[in-house]
């Protein structure tokens, strides 16, 4: 439902939050999921950085389910 999406899109904002608070000056974030939905892997991704303009997206992985696996999502942030 939209209402236990918002929440999930919640959660993941804490836990991006509360992790960034661990990475050392030149260490990365690294955020991943396994939904299929954009509003929690890319777009969580890069709400995060528009909220810290002092981190920056350095690279992003998405593979879609598939005879081989499920889906994933991977974003690689580091302060910039």
Do not use: N
Request: net charge negative; proline share 2%; glycine share 4%.
């Amino acid at each position: 439902t939209e209402t236990r999406l918002a929440e999930q899109q919640g959660m993941q904002a804490d836990v991006l939050e509360a992790a960034a608070q661990f990475v050392s000056d030149d260490g990365v974030l690294v955020y991943a999921t396994c939904s299929v939905l954009r509003a929690e892997y890319s777009d969580a991704a890069e709400a995060f950085q528009r909220a810290h303009p002092a981190w920056a997206i350095k690279d992003q992985f998405q593979r879609l389910p598939s005879a081989y696996g499920d889906a994933f999502f991977l974003s690689v942030q580091a302060r910039q």
